[in-house]
């Protein structure tokens, strides 16, 4: 190459295409920022290369170095940020060549254990009109770096400008086509109405498909915000664990409605910075804040760009329509419930439980006609009839309580209770109540029969060996009694009071009541725990 045709070098330009070629056949960012590298100091004969990706608030976010070993770079530590030469050529946005860098004024001269280098060769790499980094060339063999080679480092720092954006392009693509797949899938599970928990669905999505190390679900409540759902790195600390509101992520983010992002997070709980960038996502349904999402990426990692802000408000929006939607069907599902149990309720009501009163009627009339043995059968027929009106209105009444309703009525704590001690008993216990006990019964006394219930019934799972069972409580003569009775094998001739019954007799003393637990013929065991209720009342 000569000063007057700089292209007459024909080896030196079929380097340059050579380096060119191998620039553009990558897709990966960091694999085209290397290789940008690696060409520039082959094509400039240099000993040693960079490039300085400048952060957006000046200096420098990455810095890909070629020719130093990694052992050398361990020992010579922090990467440099920027200043001296190499923050002159981004301040310049020109080239910058030095015969000797040492002799230049703005030399920040070498850390320790960084070896010696001279001449010195820095050109801006252009992406879209605006400086992306700079490559940085130093100790040319031979001597210093000539005009030529800054030419021909400037033409491949051009066509790196174009490989760089192709590949963020190509990177961005991608992104977008997982925040697409990762919201198909959402809808998709959502609008199937086979989900009870839409938010849940949404954490687990994301986490998959964008590749965070942490997603979490944040709400809002009085006392600071709940981390409800988290997965990922650290997650299972993390989750139902409380975190200050004031100033937070999740709170900039659900007060300004829409994404906010930041370079790095600490842990809520060490308080050392765990993770890398990290956005928080508001999410929102029937216009009423849902929570946060947040999403955390490695340390390290490439920050969260406009493009995947954009991404992230759009998918917000999106999956606040559609977990909208899912929760109205789960709404519209639980009302078809409701209706459907109401009716079976109203049927038992109006045609079964007066079927059988009729049927109990009848047989009472019946028994005044026949001879006395017949008649004590008909009467014990008549008690069966009794017993099983008691039991459909048990059955009624549960069928007309709302799904997922408060469950802090009697009833509905003693028919769990009886429901959790079925599988220990081997079938369930047959439940009876008597009188407006939801409406008069305080929260205390509910207390104690709820643990009498209890340990009567694990009384009879641990010592009966009984094949069934009742429960009855009612309300009568100014008392509130429980009753079990089981027909199991009886008390021992001498029975040993446990702590459990103790402890039940001590509830009914406490209320002025008593308790008794005795044998029943021909078999079984009948416990009885009676209080007064006037005073209740």
């Known amino acids: 190459m000569t000063d007057g045709s700089p292209f007459t070098d024909a080896p030196r330009i079929r380097e340059l295409l050579r380096a060119t070629r191998v620039v553009v056949e990558q897709i990966d ?6 290789t940008i590298v690696e060409a520039a100091v082959s ?59 040492g002799a230049d004024e703005r030399s920040a001269g070498f850390p320790t254990h960084h070896p010696p280098m001279d001449s010195f ?8 009109g605006e400086v992306y980094g700079n490559l940085y060339l130093t100790d040319k063999a031979g001597g210093a770096f000539s005009a030529e080679d800054e030419e021909l480092v400037a033409s491949l720092a051009a066509t790196a400008g174009i490989a760089i954006d ?59 915000l709940h981390i409800e759902i988290a997965r990922g790195e650290g997650g299972l600390s993390l989750q139902g664990t409380l975190v200050e509101a004031e100033g937070s992520l999740v709170t900039r983010a659900l007060e300004s409605a829409g994404p906010v992002v930041v370079d790095s997070l600490s842990h809520p709980q060490s308080g050392e910075f765990g993770y890398g960038p990290t956005v928080a996502v508001p999410l929102f349904a029937d216009g009423q804040p849902l929570g946060g999402l947040t999403i955390s990426l490695p340390v390290g990692s490439e920050r969260f760009s406009t493009a995947d802000l ?60 026949a001879d006395p043995a017949l008649a004590a059968r008909i009467a014990e027929q008549v008690d069966a009839i009794d017993t099983a009106i008691s039991e459909i209105r048990t059955v009624v009444f549960t069928l007309q309580s709302r799904p997922n309703a408060a469950r802090d009525g009697l009833r509905h704590r003693v028919l769990d209770v009886a429901t959790s ?15 407006a006990i939801d409406l008069f019964v305080g929260d205390d006394l509910a207390d104690d029969v709820v643990a009498v219930v209890r340990e009567g019934l694990a009384n009879v799972t641990r010592h009966a060996r009984a094949r069934r069972g009742d429960v009855r409580i009612e309300l009568a003569n100014g008392r509130l009694i429980v009753t079990i009775e089981d027909d199991g094998v009886g008390l021992p001739e001498s029975p040993e009071r446990s702590s459990g019954t103790d402890n039940l007799a001590d509830r009914a003393a406490a209320r002025g009541g008593t308790f008794l637990l005795a044998a029943t013929e021909p078999h079984g065991t009948r416990l009885e725990w009676s209080v007064p209720f006037a005073e209740e009342a």
């Not at 001690?421 to 009188?435: I, K, Q």
């Open 29 to 34: 960012v960091d694999q085209v920022l290397r």
């Open 43 to 101: 094509l400039s004969g240099a000993r040693y290369g960079a490039l300085g990706v400048i952060a957006p608030t000046g200096g420098l976010e990455q810095f890909i170095h070629v020719g130093i070993a990694p052992e050398l770079a361990a020992r010579i530590g922090h990467l440099p940020e920027g200043r001296g030469l190499l923050g002159a050529v981004i301040d310049s946005g020109a080239s910058i060549r030095l015969e000797h860098l």
């Open 121 to 128: 060769l820095g050109v801006p790499v252009v992406v879209r």
């Open 166 to 224: 192709n590949a963020r392009l190509f990177a961005e693509s991608r992104r977008r086509e997982r925040w697409s797949a990762a919201l198909a899938e959402i809808n998709v599970t959502l609008l199937s109405g086979e989900v009870d928990d839409p938010l849940a669905v949404v954490v687990e999505t994301v986490a998959s498909a964008v590749g965070a190390e942490l997603v979490c679900l944040i709400r809002p409540r009085d006392d600071g």
């Open 310 to 369: 954009e991404m992230a408000a759009e998918f917000a929006r999106q999956t606040s329509v559609a977990i909208a939607f899912a929760r109205a069907r789960l709404d519209r599902q639980q009302l078809e419930l409701v209706e459907e149990r109401t009716r079976i309720a109203r049927d038992l009501h109006d045609h079964v439980i007066q079927r059988l009163f009729g049927a109990g009627l009848g047989l009472q009339s019946a028994s005044g006609l």
């Open 421 to 435: 001690a079925a599988a220990a008993l081997g079938w369930s216990p047959r439940l009876a109540f008597a009188g």
